[in-house]
Antibody, heavy 121, light 107 residues
Framework: QVQLVESGGGLVKPGGSLRLSCAAS????????MSWIRQAPGKGLEWVSY????????NYADSVKGRFTISRDNAKNSLYLQMNSLRAEDTAVYYC??????????????WGQGTLVTVSS | EIVLTQSPGTLSLSPGERATLSCRAS???????LAWYQQKPGQAPRLLIY???SRATGIPDRFSGSGSGTDFTLTISRLEPEDFAVYYC????????FGGGTKVEIK
């Protein structure tokens, strides 16, 4: 069965950095686009970034562009999010999600349980 | 930039009733790239519908999606106790984008 397990969240001061990881299992990781999506406390979902299956293409939300970097290691079945210059408004649960492989559509068909990032002094 | 507006913000219904949730886009979007998710408290979202009307794996047939252009609808034909949750629509244009959500609560 598909499993996505995030790790690396925690408390960090404004301006600090954090690296999130997502360990994937139960599917051929290298065949799928992957994404990070976040949810601030009590708020809705906000897409953060996605990466193509071979890492050749990445895309970022304007709110994180230039500060966050998505990457993946297909040999390790792992997805990463390097977060720099963190701000209070980056406080959220960060979800790792798989992009469906159904041709001609786009949806996030499997999600991890999330990891909480808190940016506070 | 496309904006997705979900309405109503909160829907108060009883088990067994029909729920109709709306997702309106500020400009036309491809129905192929319109999805719906369910999120329960403390849980990750779950994909319900993709391509505006296709049910994801394991989703009961009481959930259905419809619409095109700027107006999309998620319908739950008869609410079960486990269906009370928050529902989000999502589209993909140049980037993925989520609507603000509709909470379906027990009346």
């Amino acid at each position: 069965q598909v499993q996505l397990v995030e790790s690396g969240g925690g408390l960090v001061k404004p301006g600090g950095s954090l690296r999130l990881s997502c360990a994937a299992s139960g599917f051929t990781f290298s065949d799928y686009y992957m994404s990070w999506i976040r949810q601030a406390p009590g708020k809705g979902l906000e897409w953060v970034s996605y990466i193509s299956s071979s890492s050749s293409y990445t895309n970022y939300a304007d709110s994180v562009k230039g500060r966050f970097t998505i990457s993946r290691d297909n040999a390790k079945n792992s997805l990463y999010l390097q977060m720099n210059s963190l701000r209070a408004e980056d406080t959220a649960v960060y979800y790792c999600a798989r992009v469906t492989a159904v041709a001609g559509t786009w949806a996030f068909d499997y999600w991890g349980q999330g990891t909480l990032v808190t940016v506070s002094s | 930039e496309i904006v997705l507006t979900q309405s109503p913000g909160t829907l108060s219904l009883s088990p067994g009733e029909r729920a109709t949730l709306s997702c309106r886009a500020s400009q036309s979007v491809s129905s192929s790239y319109l999805a719906w998710y369910q999120q329960k408290p403390g849980q990750a979202p779950r994909l319900l519908i993709y391509g505006a009307s296709s049910r994801a794996t394991g989703i009961p047939d009481r959930f259905s999606g419809s619409g095109s252009g700027t107006d999309f609808t998620l319908t739950i034909s008869r609410l079960e106790p486990e269906d009370f949750a928050v529902y989000y629509c999502q589209q993909y244009g140049s980037s993925p984008l989520f609507g603000g959500g509709t909470k379906v609560e027990i009346k």
